[in-house]
């Protein structure tokens, strides 16, 4: 499986945009970025994910460079429920491949 | 969203017990189970994939025989911890995926053992 590398950590302030980033240098053609957060003693909760252009939902954004090899989840007003553990995961398409998943980055939301 | 439930959310039992594990798609029939293991500030580590009505697939270093998967039903997949020890205590979390075979999987709320 493609590696992604993440920051450990990040700190933000609520009510202000977050950008969390990502790099997967080595993804292949047929790897979709995933992104999943885990809320402290909670199981992974799926957020976004994407291919190949820019995607949108109620929860955030997914911004993926024009050649794949980074990606940046964007959460647009931060709230202190955001605080969480973000991973970013490369799996292949539909039905195939397994979530595997890295250390993620550590999102704290200050008041 | 798509629901899946694991039960006990927590459980502490004496070591050399065994102790089960049930996950269950509530409202949607799941043809595959992922079993994953995080220990304290660790990340996810798969298991197992276990697919409904065959045997399951075990990680490289996982032992079969001690982590028990039944996959018995479209709902529901069962992990046994046989003869747990304290260094089995740790934060046991199901997925899922739909019949449909959508790239999203859906987690459990895990389940925290504690081996005394």
């Known amino acids: 499986d493609a590696k992604t590398t993440q920051p450990n950590s990040m700190e933000s302030n609520e009510e202000e945009p977050v950008h969390l980033p990502c790099n997967h240098s080595?993804?292949?053609?047929?790897?979709?970025i995933h992104w999943y957060r885990q809320l402290p003693s909670q199981g992974p909760e799926y957020v976004i994910h994407g291919l190949t252009s820019n995607v949108n939902n109620r929860m955030a954004s997914l911004a993926i460079a024009e050649d794949r090899k980074s990606s940046t989840l964007i959460l647009h007003r931060a709230t202190l429920r955001d605080a969480a553990v973000y991973y970013c995961i490369l799996k292949l398409g539909g039905s195939q491949g397994n979530l595997i998943f890295g250390k993620g980055t550590k999102l704290s939301v200050k008041p | 969203g798509a629901v899946v439930s694991q039960h006990p959310s927590w459980v502490i039992c004496k070591s050399g017990t065994s102790v089960k594990i049930e996950c269950r798609s509530l409202d949607f029939q799941a043809t595959t189970m992922f079993w994953y293991r995080q220990f304290p500030k660790q990340s996810l580590m798969l298991m197992a994939t276990?697919?409904?009505?065959?045997?399951?697939?075990?990680e490289q270093g996982v032992e079969k025989d001690k982590f028990l998967i039944n996959h018995a039903s479209l709902t529901l997949s069962t992990l046994t911890v046989t003869s747990a020890h304290p260094e089995d205590s740790s934060f046991y979390i199901c997925?899922?995926?739909?019949?449909?075979?959508?790239?999203?999987?859906?987690f459990g709320p895990g389940t925290r053992l504690t081996v005394l």
């Open positions: 276990s697919n409904e009505g065959s045997k399951a697939t075990y």
């Open positions: 080595t993804i292949s053609g047929t790897d979709y």
């Open positions: 997925s899922a995926r739909d019949l449909a075979g959508v790239g999203s999987r859906f």
